[in-house]
C-alpha cells in the first residue's frame, strides 16, 4: 500500500475522484462546486473558477466534465432536492451545501423527504445520497458560516452523519458513504483542510458506525469528534505529564453510533468527559453522556463532564470567538476536576 | 396522501406542500445523465405553487434543460383560500415566462385539451429543449379535508362544477365522435368500480402490520 502526505482537502477530492472513476452514476452537484459555468474563458476552456469555495472539488469538472460536476444556483433546496430524488432514480449523488448553517433554507428536502423517503415508501426505496457540509468555528465568518449543527441532523431517523478528523478518515469514510445505500451527511470541519496526514493512493473504506480510538489510557476516557479530536490528544498529552493516563475516542460517524467503543472505555477508566465544538444543549455530548449514564452508571467513579461551545452563535469578535470554542486548557482542567 | 411506487416510477403523493419540485428536477437529472427517454411530470396545487421551492424548481429545471413537465392543477382554493387572493399573477403559467419555459393555461377538465398540451411539452421534453408549465384550470367536488364544510363556497358554485363533471364530458365527447360505444362506457364503469371495491376488501381484510414493523426500513443497514 503506497501512501503519501495529503492534506485534509486532497484526501477529500480523491475520494470523489476515485468514486467518479469507478462508478459513473456518481455525480457531483452545489455552489461554485467548478465555478464559472459558461463563461467562455473558463467553461469554454475546460476550466473551472474555483473548484468549491476553498478549493476542495478543484479538477473534477475538468476531468469528469459538466455533466456530472454541476454547479447550482444559489437554490439549496431546489438542488439538495433533486439530489435526494436522483438518488431514489438510479444516481448517486453528492450535494454540497456550502456551509451546514445553510441547512435552514433546505430542511424540508433533507428532513421530510431524504430522511423519511424509505420509511414512508414501505422500504421500497433507497436514497444513495451524501450531503458534503462545511462546519466549524475559528474562521472569522461570524454566525452564519461557522456552526457545527451535526447533532440537528443525528437526531433524523433515516439519516446518517459522518465527521472525520484526519485526512486518512476523511477519505475512507467519505468512500464509504458515497457507496452507502442510505442518504448521509458528511460534515468537514473548515480548519482541517490545511491539516494534512498519510494517505494511501488506492480506495478504501471505512465502515461507518466505528469509532477509533486514538490513545489508549486508563484513568479518563475523553470521547470527541472532529477537530476537537486534534484539542483532545494535545490534553491528553498535557494530562500525562501530571500522570494522567486518558483515553482519547474519536467517534467518527454520529449515526450509528458506536456505544460499544464508549461503554466499554468507560467500563475500563470509569470517567467520562466529552469534548465537542456543537451547541450544549440536546447534542451529542448530551447524548454520550445520557447513553453512559444508563448503561454505565455503576462503573463510574464521578460524574460525567462536558466540554462544550457554549449555548450561543458563533460570535463574530475574534476573542470571543476564540473563547466560545472548546479549548485545550478547558479539556485540561476539566478532566483535571474528576480525577483525583 | 401518501402513496407511491418508485418502480413504477410513481415518487409519491408529497405530504409537504411544494415538496415535489426539487424531487422532480431530481428524476429529470437522472434521466438526463443516464441519457433515457423518460419525462418527469411534477403535479402541484395552486397553494404549492407559492412556496418558494417551486420557483426554485423551475428555474433549476430550465437552466439544466431537464425533461420536467410542471403541472399545476388549479383547482381554485388553497384549503380555503382562493387563488385570486393568494397568488400575485392573473394565471400560474404566465410565471413560466420567468423561467423561459412555456407556460400554457388549459381547461383541466377537458381530457382531450389536456392531452395536447401535455403532448407537446413531453415532446419538447425529449427533444432536450427542458421544461414546460402546464396550469390546468379546473375545481375540486369536495373539501380540503374530511369534514370541511366548505363555507368558502356556495351551492350554486358546485353545482356549476357538477354540470361540468370532467369524465362526463369526456364520454360525451367519445360517444359523439363514435370512438367508444355506450356499453364499453358501461363496462369501463363497472370494471373501475370493481377495482375499487377489491382494493377496499383487501385493505378491510389485511391484518395491521407486526409491532416490529415500526422498527424496519428506516435504513437499507444500521450496524
Known sequence: MTTRTLTFREAINEAIRLEMRRDPTVILMGEDVAGGATIPHIEGKGEEAWGGVLGVTKGLAKEFGRQRVLDTPISESAYVGAAVAAAATGLRPIAELMFVDFFGVCMDQIFNQGAKLRYMFGGKAQVPLVVRTMIGAGFRAAGQHSGCHYSVFTHMPGMKTVVASTPYDAKGLLISAIRDPDPVIFFEHKLLYDTTGEVPEEDYAIPLGVADVKRQGKNVTIVTIGRMVHFALEAAEKLAQDGIDAEVIDLRTLSPLDDKAVLDSVKKTHRLVVVDEDNPRCSMATDIVALVSERAFDYLDSSPRMVTAPHTPVPFSPPLEDYYVPSVDKIVSTVKSIVA | ?223
Open chain 2, 1 to 223: 396522501m401518501h402513496i407511491a411506487d418508485v418502480n413504477k416510477g410513481m415518487l409519491g403523493a408529497n405530504g409537504i406542500v411544494g415538496g415535489g419540485g426539487p424531487l422532480a428536477c431530481g428524476s429529470g437529472l437522472t434521466a438526463k445523465v443516464l441519457g433515457t427517454d423518460q419525462v418527469t411530470a411534477c403535479f402541484y396545487g395552486d397553494g404549492a405553487a407559492e412556496q418558494g421551492t417551486m420557483h426554485e424548481a423551475m428555474n433549476l429545471a430550465s437552466i439544466w434543460k431537464l425533461p420536467v413537465l410542471f403541472v399545476c392543477e388549479n383547482n381554485l382554493y388553497a384549503e380555503s383560500t382562493p387563488y385570486t387572493y393568494h397568488g400575485a399573477s392573473k394565471s400560474f403559467a404566465e410565471r413560466a415566462t420567468a423561467y423561459d419555459m412555456p407556460g400554457v393555461l388549459v381547461d383541466g377538465t377537458d381530457v382531450f385539451a389536456v392531452y395536447e398540451v401535455a403532448g407537446e411539452a413531453v415532446a419538447r421534453a425529449r427533444r432536450g429543449e427542458g421544461p414546460s408549465l402546464i396550469e390546468n384550470r379546473a375545481f375540486r367536488y369536495y373539501g380540503h379535508f374530511q369534514g370541511d364544510g366548505m363555507a368558502y363556497r356556495t351551492e350554486d358554485e358546485v353545482a356549476g362544477y357538477r354540470a361540468r363533471d370532467p369524465i362526463e364530458s369526456f364520454k360525451r365527447q367519445v360517444l359523439a365522435r363514435g370512438l367508444v360505444s355506450q356499453a364499453e362506457l358501461a363496462e369501463i364503469d363497472t370494471q373501475a368500480a370493481r377495482v375499487i371495491e377489491e382494493a377496499i376488501r383487501f385493505s378491510d381484510e389485511s391484518p395491521y402490520p407486526a409491532l416490529e414493523e415500526c422498527l424496519t426500513d428506516v435504513y437499507v443497514s444500521y450496524p
